[in-house]
């Protein structure tokens, strides 16, 4: 059971190159969702999804996209990436998204953008 | 989601209790009180939760006042690898988890 597994670990991209980090997991959770944590400080959503076809924009959605094909799978997506999204990203998965479930995140996207 | 405040920092000795506070004055009987902790940049690991009830499970114990405005998470026997940022957080109907500043637990051997 190997949880929320994140790929890459580490990346480094040019400004304006675009790019997909995965995430998957394997717990057939319904609440799948995505965050950044800049140097000191907490985490801030960026989207996430309560069902596969089911997409909704967080706290700082800007410059990303996402869909949800599967139950299993949520990537994020880059565009045309920018400095200002050199960050830590991290994928959480609920049951439901609710209060009533913890969260279980990956091990975090390293992303570095020069 | 309720706002929570927490000491920025605190020490512990190790094999001693760790006692973290949080304040949550404005939590929705609705909200329930979550703990993670985060390892040196890892990903936040969830540690327990709690609604109304004084709750205990292998990692901790959590403890809510009757009025629910205030918790302590109580890790019992506290180890070098439990050296983390903790972050109290109030979790009601939103879809998402609102992380604060947290609370930098050093456990000093």
């Known amino acids: 059971n190997a949880g929320v597994t994140q790929t890459p670990k580490f990346q480094v991209l040019k400004t304006g190159q675009s790019m997909t980090l995965q995430c998957a997991q394997d717990m057939n959770h319904e609440y799948m969702s995505w965050y950044r944590q800049d140097p000191g400080m907490g985490l801030r959503l960026i989207h996430y999804?309560?069902?596969?076809?089911?997409?909704d924009q967080g706290e700082v959605p800007n410059g990303y996209n996402v869909s949800r094909s599967t139950t299993e799978d949520f990537p994020l997506r880059l565009l045309s990436a920018a400095p200002s999204q050199t960050s830590v990203y991290f994928c959480a998965s609920s049951r439901t998204g609710g209060a009533s479930y913890g969260y279980t995140f990956g091990s975090g996207t390293r992303l570095t953008v020069v | 989601d309720a706002k929570t405040t927490q000491p920025p920092s605190m020490d512990c000795a190790e094999g001693r209790a760790a006692n973290l506070p949080c304040n949550h004055s404005?939590?929705?009987?609705?909200?329930?009180v979550y703990w993670y902790r985060q390892i040196h940049s890892q990903g936040p690991q969830y540690i327990i939760h709690g609604l109304k009830n004084n709750e205990t499970n292998e990692m901790a114990s959590l403890i809510i006042t009757e009025d629910r405005k205030s918790s302590t998470l109580i890790l019992p026997h506290a180890t070098l690898r439990d050296t983390a940022v903790y972050y109290c957080i109030g979790h009601g109907s939103a879809r998402q988890l609102t992380f604060g500043s947290g609370t930098q637990l050093t456990v000093l051997p």
């Open positions: 404005t939590i929705s009987g609705n909200e329930y």
């Open positions: 999804s309560v069902g596969a076809g089911i997409t």
